[in-house]
């Protein structure tokens, strides 16, 4: 078996603050490494995210940090030679820095899409700054972080060779079960968002309102001074990824709230539930199409619309049980070592199809 040679280039693998990518990229990088792969992440150099770093070195793939597409084209033979060079959203620059990749790459080109319903909209409206609609059928692959009716419409209306679900996933061995006191009865973790924030209102502040004698937490940055927040509502304004299992650990349920560009595609489930999931920390979370899916209502995950069915869930007995199969689930199909599999199939299932050069064929790739 030889390995295969990847190129991302994305938002952020060094720091996790305020953004998702750079756990989901983890979790994912890191499992391929385990399957023989050799990484290199091109990460674009931004003060807020080098003042907030929670990883310096890896040490399972090779991290660079770049200050501009001039010194990004300084990686033109690394790029060139990949067996496959992935871009993801929100990449500064990822217009420019796409449009360089399908130029020069011999192998794979992909884009990973992990907020593909807001990345549709905007290309909608004409104002999505990191990728063209011209560009996506010069990509050989879109993975997308959304299922469903989604991936026809790539391939339909902008001419995607092939638009396939990548679902994001968890690493099991960094997110498990911890035996710790619970501090909260119901917790959130995920940075402000203006058409999150009524659900949060809905989902948590409002039950913490009418439940004074329990406990409540929202983790998380950039929330408004002007909120209001219960008196038993802690807030902590950032949880590093080496904390959050200990976090999950001390609640007694966690929130997942979508935004609302996922919440109308559906299919869309958030990295923050299959590491809640992994550390079987039962999850109340918001309704939207697809995450029956995964999540099966009342067994592995409770479903809730109003402040009302949470302080219903809440009082319930059966937490440990629904945690318990939520960990299951992962287990099951959910997990980095799962999604890595997955995405070296797709990477070889393009490979096939692309004009030579192919990339070598990788034993056990559907494994």
Same mark, same amino acid.
């Given at each position: 078996?030889?390995?295969?040679?990847?190129?991302?280039?994305?938002?952020?693998l060094?720091?996790?603050?305020?953004?998702?990518?750079?756990?989901?990229?983890?979790?994912?990088?890191?499992?391929?490494t385990?399957?023989?792969?050799?990484?290199?992440?091109?990460?674009?150099?931004?003060?807020?995210y080098?003042?907030?770093?929670?990883?310096?070195?890896?040490?399972?793939?090779?991290?660079?940090?770049?200050?501009?597409?001039?010194?990004?084209?300084?990686?033109?033979?690394?790029?060139a $030679?990949?067996?496959?060079?992935?871009?993801?959203?929100?990449?500064?620059?990822?217009?420019? $820095?796409?449009?360089?990749? =399908?130029?020069?790459?011999?192998?794979?080109?992909?884009?990973?899409? @992990?907020?593909?319903?807001?990345?549709?909209?905007?290309?909608?409206?004409?104002?999505?700054?990191?990728?063209?609609?011209? =560009?996506?059928?010069?990509?050989?692959?879109?993975?997308?972080?959304?299922?469903?009716?989604?991936?026809?419409?790539?391939?339909?209306?902008?001419?995607?060779?092939?638009?396939?679900?990548?679902?994001?996933?968890?690493?099991?061995?960094? *997110?498990r079960?911890?035996?710790?006191?619970?501090?909260?009865?119901?917790?959130?973790?995920?940075?402000?968002?203006?058409?999150r924030?009524? @659900?949060?209102?809905?989902?948590?502040?409002?039950?913490?309102?009418?439940?004074?004698?329990?406990?409540?937490?929202?983790?998380?940055?950039? *929330?408004?001074a002007?909120?209001?927040?219960?008196?038993?509502?802690?807030r902590?304004?950032?949880?590093?990824?080496?904390d959050?299992?200990?976090?999950?650990?001390?609640?007694?349920?966690?929130?997942?709230?979508?935004?609302?560009?996922?919440?109308?595609?559906?299919y869309?489930?958030?990295?923050?539930l299959?590491?809640?999931?992994?550390?079987?920390?039962?999850?109340?979370?918001?309704?939207?199409?697809?995450?029956?899916?995964?999540?099966?209502?009342?067994?592995?995950?409770?479903?809730?619309?109003?402040?009302?069915?949470?302080?219903? @869930?809440?009082?319930?007995?059966?937490?440990?049980?629904?945690?318990?199969?939520?960990?299951?689930?992962?287990?099951q199909?959910?997990?980095?070592a799962?999604?890595?599999?997955?995405?070296?199939?797709?990477?070889?299932?393009?490979?096939?199809?692309?004009?030579?050069?192919?990339?070598?064929?990788?034993?056990?790739?559907?494994?």
């Open positions: 078996m030889r390995r295969l040679d990847i190129v991302v280039i994305g938002l952020s060094s720091s996790s603050w305020g953004n998702g990518h750079a756990t989901t990229y983890r979790a994912l990088l890191k499992a391929l385990a399957r023989g792969h050799a990484i290199t992440f091109l990460e674009r150099e931004q003060p807020w080098a003042a907030n770093r929670d990883l310096q070195e890896p040490g399972w793939c090779r991290l660079v940090h770049y200050r501009s597409l001039a010194e990004l084209q300084s990686f033109t033979r690394e790029i $030679a990949a067996d496959a060079v992935i871009v993801g959203s929100y990449t500064p620059e990822g217009i420019a $820095a796409g449009t360089y990749v =399908q130029r020069i790459a011999r192998g794979v080109t992909a884009f990973y899409d @992990i907020d593909t319903p807001v990345t549709l909209a905007a290309l909608e409206r004409g104002d999505c700054a990191y990728l063209s609609p011209e =560009q996506i059928q010069g990509y050989d692959l879109y993975l997308s972080f959304t299922g469903g009716p989604l991936l026809q419409l790539i391939e339909e209306r902008y001419g995607s060779p092939a638009a396939r679900a990548l679902y994001c996933s968890v690493d099991t061995e960094s *997110y079960p911890l035996d710790s006191e619970k501090r909260w009865d119901l917790s959130y973790l995920g940075t402000y968002s203006a058409d924030q009524p @659900i949060l209102e809905r989902l948590l502040i409002e039950p913490a309102r009418r439940m004074p004698e329990l406990r409540f937490a929202v983790a998380g940055p950039q *929330y408004p002007a909120i209001e927040w219960p008196d038993n509502v802690e902590i304004d950032h949880v590093a990824p080496a959050h299992a200990a976090f999950y650990a001390a609640s007694r349920w966690t929130l997942n709230v979508t935004r609302a560009d996922m919440v109308k595609a559906g869309s489930p958030s990295v923050r299959f590491e809640a999931a992994a550390c079987a920390t039962p999850i109340v979370s918001d309704r939207w199409k697809g995450i029956e899916t995964i999540f099966e209502n009342r067994r592995s995950i409770m479903l809730a619309s109003t402040a009302q069915d949470v302080m219903r @869930i809440l009082g319930q007995k059966n937490a440990a049980k629904i945690g318990a199969a939520a960990r299951r689930v992962i287990e199909g959910h997990s980095a799962h999604r890595a599999a997955e995405l070296e199939g797709l990477l070889l299932e393009a490979a096939a199809s692309k004009p030579a050069p192919a990339m070598p064929a990788v034993a056990g790739a559907a494994s």
